[in-house]
């Protein structure tokens, strides 16, 4: 049974309460598909987001400061578990598929530059993917990153740094920018 804790913004914790919110779900979504993950495994992907914080509660565990932020590192890290599992199997074209928006396409300029940062995130490590689609898709600070990947705010720093600088240097190269 899940015990009276609060969420910013929504009352105590109640059996048939879903623990995220629409907002939450459509961020762990974005980082399950930025992270790779095809958009077929992306509800089950959600669910074992669900499911870590149903059972953090149910141990007694103290609901995390920020369960957006929270969520977010653990769909992180579930996309690279399914990285690892996986072999990176999945093709570039299912990625952008899930993140497409349902509206009608924009430009031909934003389709390129899409796939472009797409290619340049999939070539980037496993760790400095990881910070860049918290940091930018995610729209996570970069304390709150350093503090849910148990890692010194410099090395999440160096990590965005050098990230970054190899994703604009790919853009250049593919003439993109």
């Not at 929504?10 to 974005?30: C, F, T």
């Not at 430009?107 to 993917?129: C, F, H, I, T, W």
């Amino acid at each position: 049974m899940l015990r009276g804790r609060t969420r910013r913004g929504r009352g105590p914790y109640v059996a048939d309460d879903d623990p995220l919110d629409a907002a939450q779900e459509r961020r762990v979504r974005a980082v399950l598909a930025l992270g790779g993950v095809p958009q077929a495994d992306l509800p089950d992907g959600v669910q074992q987001v669900r499911l870590r914080l149903l059972e953090r509660a149910a141990s007694g565990r103290e609901a995390p400061r920020d369960v957006s932020a929270w969520a977010a590192v653990v769909a992180s890290n579930l996309a690279m578990d399914w990285h690892r599992a996986k072999r990176r199997q999945e093709r570039l074209g299912e990625r952008l598929a899930a993140l497409r928006p349902s509206q009608a396409p924009s430009g031909e300029e934003n389709s390129v530059l899409s796939l472009a940062v797409a290619r340049g995130l999939d070539a980037l490590p496993d760790a400095q993917r990881q910070v860049v689609v918290l940091r930018f898709y995610a729209d996570l600070p970069v304390r709150s990153i350093a503090e849910q990947l148990g890692v010194p705010e410099g090395t999440v720093k160096s990590r965005l740094h050098t990230a970054v600088r190899a994703l604009r240097a790919r853009l250049h190269e593919d003439e993109v920018v």
